[in-house]
């Protein structure tokens, strides 16, 4: 049945994502329509479809959009059989499958295997899934709702500061089809999105190569290549594992976080795109890039910094060089229609909290000095005996000496990207895309050289996959130009095997890591009969309260602790689809909203001294329900008298509030 869901998500991907797209490219008089077309088409498609139903969910008529895609569908089918340059099978045509397999089987490692049940009929989670999943699927919940939308873990409250584009597909589809939510956050998306960025790194190095072998090696270091951390932990601990030793993670693990795969393949949609219509000046690839930049605002808010200062540039230099000021308008409108978007979507964006720090170096600082990461103490302490004596040029030297190995360490085998940056050093400024390639680099690698993100300070390295992204496309672009420059091909075969066997230790590591140990965290069989019972049995107005999460849990300490213990997310707004009072503290302290207001009001009902602050406090608040686990019973204090128990196992007690 799994296997006919695939491909029945699959199926509606085309119909929903690729199609319209076609159309209006149909539309716009261009025939020829090969890989590269049907790439930029179905990330648009995306866009555009996440970008319609965001319009059509504020009007509070959802379903008419299903409606356009079908008759959308009928107008394509009836325009007659679409002329395409796709070329005929041939040896490199299985190689780049071949590659792409492995590839996406390595990517859906890292997700796919969190929120299945295991022959305990507990949901299971990996690494971070049970946090970031939970909260996507509790927005998912939210968009089927209304607009705005309002946030499932801190009830009350409008969700603001938060860049939900990506979720509005996958609810979408979950409310026309009924496919299951974490099957499309967990599984069928991010086999979507790795397919897409697979195939747009191929045709990306093509472009840049003009070679097929170019397109190859960029899809294996866009899906293989990682750090170097693996060389430090060999040599500290005798073992290869450290993929993100050096900070960044790699890009072969995007997929644990679907929204940032999104953004790269938006990013290389881009790029083409760019080259599209540098190429042949047809306005239809400007206005693509337009609708991709705008999603990606309200999708991966850096990834949109990132792009707009790049396509900020790239004005100046064509308005400079050509007198050109396409792209300069394309860019108002971008930034424009963004923040009115944003604007619409936040009720106080004028209000919101600044979510950035300045801390200049503090990547780099704590990569040296951090017992798990090099753990140079005495570096650190050399720098500040410099500092104090004023030997500014030694401070200088340690410091260019850490940025080179946060740089190195971070790029791993991409490093031979340099070699396409020296060879084409003097076309550069000539190339549009290579002029957008450089700037995206240098933007995305400053970045996170000077900010940290409030509340998890380590988000802004995102910025660094776009590196990470970018010089491997360029590296198997590199690697393609040597191997022609080579003629022996015993050589040839050795220095492919090397690059192969050097690139991938850290990511080969990293899935063992995942699978080596238990499960992270869990939903109990019985939490879900209780999480079903909210859902099944409760208004969908219901607002829910549960204990707060403790860190100090002993619960925590068993090998697979229940999601409670583990730590504090949206799970109960998830499964239950129905509000939690609050819960998933840190996604709230990010996002700005007031955490040490309700963890006090929780705390002053749960230890409520008398039955009247507890009842007047459950009515200020509008609690519907209190959910219970029964381990954390005797840490809190109820009043049956005002209380009802409407549900009761093993494992958990739902009370309801006589109000």
């Known amino acids: 049945m799994f296997l006919v869901n695939t491909l029945f998500f699959l199926f509606i991907s085309i119909v929903f994502f690729l199609s319209p797209g076609l159309l209006i490219l149909r539309l716009s008089k261009i025939k020829k329509i090969g890989l590269e077309e049907i790439l930029i088409l179905f990330v648009f498609g995306l866009c555009f479809y996440n970008l319609s139903s965001l319009l059509f969910h504020n009007l509070g008529v959802p379903h008419i959009l299903l409606a356009f895609v079908i008759i959308a569908n009928i107008i394509l089918l009836k325009q007659g059989p679409l002329v395409t340059k796709i070329p005929t099978a041939n040896k490199k045509t299985y190689i780049l499958f071949a590659i792409l397999i492995l590839g996406i089987i390595g990517q859906l490692l890292v997700i796919s295997p969190s929120g299945i049940n295991n022959k305990q009929g507990d949901i299971i989670f990996y690494s971070s899934n049970g ?110 594992s450290g993929e993100s030793l050096f900070w960044s993670s790699q890009v072969q693990s995007v997929s644990g976080n679907p929204p940032q795969a999104f953004a790269l393949t938006i990013i290389l949609a881009i790029l083409i795109s760019i080259q599209k219509y540098g190429k042949d000046k047809k306005i239809i690839w400007l206005l693509m890039l337009t609708a991709m930049a705008i999603s990606l605002s309200l999708i991966k808010i850096y990834a949109f910094i990132v792009l707009v200062l790049s396509l900020a540039f790239l004005s100046l230099y064509q308005i400079i060089k050509r007198r050109n000021y396409r792209y300069l308008i394309a860019t108002i409108i971008i930034g424009a229609l963004s923040f009115s978007i944003y604007f619409l979507n936040n009720s106080n964006p004028m209000e919101s909290k600044s979510f950035l720090i300045f801390e200049p170096w503090w990547y780099i600082r704590t990569m040296v000095v951090e017992p798990s990461r090099l753990n140079l103490l005495d570096w650190e302490l050399r720098r500040q005996t ?225 039955i009247d602050l507890f009842k007047n406090l459950l009515i200020e608040n509008k609690i519907d329900y209190l959910y219970i686990p029964r381990e954390l019973k005797d840490e809190i204090k109820l009043y049956p008298e005002v209380l009802k128990k409407v549900f009761e196992n093993s494992e958990v007690e739902i009370w309801q509030f006589k109000n």
């Open 131 to 240: 946090h970031d999943g939970a909260w996507h699927i509790a927005i998912m919940n939210e968009v089927q709702k209304k607009f705005p939308l309002q946030n499932p873990s801190y009830a009350g409250e409008k969700l603001t500061n938060y860049h939900f584009l990506s979720d509005i597909a996958p609810s979408d589809i979950n409310l026309f089809f009924k496919l299951n939510k974490t099957d499309l956050y967990f599984r069928f998306f991010p086999l979507l999105y790795s397919i897409l960025l697979g195939l747009l790194a191929y045709s990306l190095g093509k472009i840049i190569s003009k070679s097929v072998n170019g397109g190859l090696w960029s899809v294996f270091f866009t899906y293989f290549a990682g750090s170097f951390g693996y060389i430090v932990t060999l040599i500290k601990e005798g073992k290869i």
């Open 386 to 610: 410099y500092l104090y004596e004023r030997n500014f040029l030694r401070v200088i030297q340690i410091e260019f000496q850490s940025f080179i190995i946060f740089l190195i360490g971070n790029l791993g085998t991409r490093i031979i990207a340099i070699y396409w940056l020296i060879k084409e050093r003097k076309k550069i400024f000539l190339n549009q895309l290579y002029i957008n390639l450089i700037i995206i680099i240098l933007i995305s690698l400053t970045f996170p050289l000077f900010f940290i993100q409030k509340g998890v300070a380590g988000n802004t390295i995102q910025t660094f996959q776009y590196v990470l992204l970018i010089t491997g496309i360029l590296a198997g672009v590199s690697t393609a130009k040597i191997m022609e420059k080579i003629k022996i091909n015993i050589l040839k075969i050795f220095l492919a095997i090397l690059i192969i066997v050097v690139s991938m230790p850290t990511q080969v590591a990293l899935i063992y890591e995942f699978y080596s140990k238990p499960p992270i965290a869990k939903i109990s069989r019985g939490e879900i009969e209780a999480l079903n019972f909210l859902k099944e049995k409760t208004s969908k107005d219901s607002i829910i309260l549960t204990p707060l999460y403790n860190q100090y849990s002993k619960f925590k300490n068993q090998s697979t602790p229940k999601i409670w213990a583990w730590f504090d997310s949206s799970y109960i707004a998830a499964f239950s689809e129905r509000k939690n009072f609050f819960s998933d503290f840190e996604q709230m302290d990010i996002m700005g909203y007031d955490i040490n207001k309700r963890r006090k009001i929780v705390q002053e009902i749960l230890m409520s001294p008398n």
